[in-house]
């Protein structure tokens, strides 16, 4: 069968459909995602301080933004990540590039907060189960990008 995609649609971006097994990895974890950006969109100041708190015992740069921008950065980013799984005009490659970074600087935060895991082990303490259980949102977009490339592979 012929590859209908052309004009505007055509491009890394673009998916002329979205496979029916990529379904529920996209729906869910965009749906969960997109949620958890527009609470922190609206976010309050005690809200801002807390993971912006956190967010700098893992990445000190980010010390130089403020709390409440910090916030709003990173529920646009949570929006936009959300939003792009959702879309079916998106490709699972640029959905699960965008899901396995963002992902992936919550396992870093896993890795480098304080008081997240237990004394030298990879397993999460009490406070760090909240963050150490979005490795499954690693291994979705990772899930992702394997079926894009296989997909691509076979020539689907």
């Known amino acids: 069968m012929a590859d209908d995609r052309s004009g505007p649609r055509r491009g890394p971006i673009y998916c002329a459909e979205m496979r029916l097994r990529r379904l529920p990895l996209r729906v869910a974890s965009g749906a969960y995602i997109l949620h958890a ?5 609206h976010g309050d100041d005690a809200t801002a301080q807390g993971v912006h708190a956190m967010a700098v015992s893992a990445y000190p740069a980010l010390k130089r933004v403020p ?14 990540t959300g939003a ?11 959905a699960g590039a965008a899901l396995t970074a963002f992902s992936g600087a919550l396992m870093g935060l ?9 004394q030298g082990s990879v397993w999460p303490d009490r406070p760090g189960t909240a963050v150490s259980k979005d490795v499954w949102l ?5 899930g992702l ?6 997909s691509r592979r076979a020539g689907r």
């Open 84 to 94: 792009a799984l959702l879309a079916p005009v998106v490709s699972p490659a640029v």
């Open 110 to 118: 896993y890795a480098r907060a304080p008081g997240l895991r237990k």
């Open 37 to 41: 950006g527009l609470d922190k969109w």
């Open 145 to 150: 990008l394997a079926d894009a490339w296989s």
């Open 138 to 142: 690693l291994g979705i977009g990772l």
């Open 67 to 80: 709390p409440a921008q910090f916030l709003r950065l990173l529920g646009a980013g949570e929006i936009a």
